[in-house]
C-alpha cells in the first residue's frame, strides 16, 4: 500500500522539480492568498458591516513577496512581516492565526540565505515576537512555528547539499572508470603491438636468413623454420590471454602475464634464432617489485630487442639487470647504427617510456655516448620503495 502510494507522489514532486522556478513560487504565492484570504470568506463580518479594505490589502502584501523569495529570501521576509504587523492596525478585520507567506519566506531564508541572514532573521523575529504578541499561548505557537519553518529550511538546504555531494562524487567515479578504462585500452594497445612486433620480427630475421642457411646444411634450414613456428606459436598464445582479457571484461583472465622471470627464457629465445647474440648479466642483491613494475621490465626488453632485430644492425645485445641502486636498472645495448628508426606506429620507445612511468619508474633511450651502438634504460622502482 505504501509503495502504491509513494509511486504517484514521487512522479507528482518529479514534475514539481521540473517546472520553471517563477511558476512554483508564483503558485506559493497563490496558495498563501487564497489561505489568508479564506477568513474574509469563512468568517462573517460584524452586523451591517464589510470586512475592511486594509485587511484585504495586508492579507495580498503578506503573500506577493513569496514571488521573489530565491532572489530575496532575507528582504522577502522583512517585507510580509511588515506586512503582517500592519495587521493590528486595521479595525475589525477577520482573526488571522497564521501568516503563511511569512513561514514561507522564513522557509526560504533557513535553506538559501546567507549566515549572517539567517541570524538577523532570527533576531528580528524573537523581538517582534515579544513587542506585538498578545498572549503566552499565542507567543508558545508562534515560536514553534517559526521554529519549525526555519529548521526545515535548514534541513532542505543539508539535503540539497548531501545531493551536491553525491553528484560530484559520481561524476568524480565516472570520470575515474573513464580513466581507467583509457589505461585498460592504452595497455592492452602496449601488449598486442610488442607481441605483434616483437614475433613478426623475429619471423622475418629468420625468413630473411633462411636462404643463406640452406647452404649450410637441412639442419639449419630447418632450425630456422622452428623458430618461425615457435615464435608465431608464443605471439598466438599471447594474443589469445589478451582477447580473452577483452571478453571476460577485465581482470578474470588478466593473469598470466610474463614477468621478470620470464626475460631469460626471452633472451634465449631471441639469442637462439641466430639473427643476433644476445648477453643476459643480472647484479646486486634482487628485490621485489609490483606486479605492473614485473611486467613493465619484460616488456621494454622485449621491445628493446624487437627494435634492435628491426633497425639496429647490431652484432651483439647485452641486457643487464641491476639491483645495486636499491631500485631495478634495466638497460639493453647494442653496438648497431645508434638510432632507431620509426615503426610507423610511434610505439615502440614511446610504449618504453609509457611502461616505466606507468609503474613509478623511468626510462632513456639514445646513441651510446662513447660508441657505435644504441641504449635503452629503465629504473623501475622495488615495492618497497612504492
Not at 646444411?217 to 577483452?246: C, K, N, S, T
Request: hydrophobic share 50%; proline share 6%.
Amino acid at each position: 500500500m505504501v509503495t502504491a502510494v509513494a509511486g504517484p507522489l514521487a512522479a507528482v514532486a518529479d514534475r514539481l522539480r521540473r517546472l520553471p522556478p517563477v511558476v512554483v513560487d508564483s503558485g506559493l504565492a497563490l496558495a498563501a492568498l487564497a489561505a489568508q484570504l479564506a477568513p474574509f470568506v469563512s468568517a462573517d463580518p460584524p452586523a451591517g458591516r464589510s470586512w475592511p479594505v486594509g485587511g484585504y490589502l495586508v492579507a495580498v502584501a503578506v503573500s506577493l513577496p513569496v514571488i521573489l523569495r530565491r532572489r530575496f529570501p532575507f528582504w522577502m521576509l522583512m517585507a510580509s512581516e511588515l506586512a503582517a504587523a500592519a495587521y493590528t492596525l486595521v479595525p475589525d478585520g477577520p482573526r488571522q492565526p497564521l501568516w503563511y507567506g511569512a513561514l514561507i519566506a522564513m522557509f526560504t531564508v533557513g535553506a538559501r540565505a546567507p549566515r549572517w541572514q539567517r541570524i538577523s532573521a532570527i533576531v528580528i523575529i524573537a523581538w517582534g515576537a515579544f513587542i506585538f504578541t498578545g498572549s503566552l499561548e499565542t507567543a508558545a505557537r508562534g515560536a514553534l512555528l517559526w521554529t519549525a519553518a526555519y529548521a526545515m529550511g535548514r534541513a532542505w538546504a543539508s539535503r540539497q547539499e548531501h545531493v551536491r555531494i553525491l553528484q560530484e562524487r559520481a561524476l568524480h567515479l565516472e570520470r575515474e572508470r573513464e580513466l581507467e578504462a583509457e589505461r585498460e585500452r592504452s595497455r592492452i594497445a602496449r601488449d598486442m603491438h610488442d607481441i605483434l612486433a616483437h614475433g613478426v620480427s623475429i619471423m622475418i630475421a629468420q625468413a630473411e636468413a633462411g636462404p643463406v642457411l640452406m647452404g649450410k646444411g637441412p639442419e639449419r634450414a630447418e632450425a630456422a623454420f622452428d623458430a618461425i613456428a615457435a615464435a608465431g606459436r608464443d605471439a598466438m598464445g599471447q594474443l589469445r590471454r589478451i582477447l580473452g582479457v577483452l571478453e571476460a571484461g577485465g581482470e578474470s583472465l588478466r593473469a598470466p602475464q610474463p614477468t621478470l622471470a620470464d626475460i631469460p627464457e626471452l633472451v634465449e629465445r631471441v639469442s637462439s634464432n641466430g639473427s643476433v647474440p644476445v648477453t643476459l648479466t643480472v647484479s646486486g642483491n634482487p628485490g621485489k617489485l609490483t606486479a605492473d613494475a614485473e611486467i613493465a621490465a619484460y616488456r621494454i626488453v622485449q621491445e628493446a630487442l624487437t627494435n634492435v632485430m628491426k633497425h639496429a644492425r647490431a652484432r651483439t645485445v647485452t641486457v643487464a639487470l641491476d639491483w645495486s641502486g636499491g631500485d631495478l636498472a634495466v638497460t639493453v645495448v647494442d653496438d648497431g647504427d645508434g638510432a632507431v628508426a620509426g615503426d610507423g606506429l610511434g610505439r615502440g620507445l614511446n610504449g618504453i617510456r609509457e611502461r616505466a612511468v606507468s609503474c613509478g619508474g623511468s626510462a632513456t633511450a639514445g646513441a651510446v655516448p662513447d660508441g657505435r651502438g644504441f641504449r635503452v634504460r629503465a629504473l623501475l622502482p622495488v615495492a618497497a620503495a612504492r
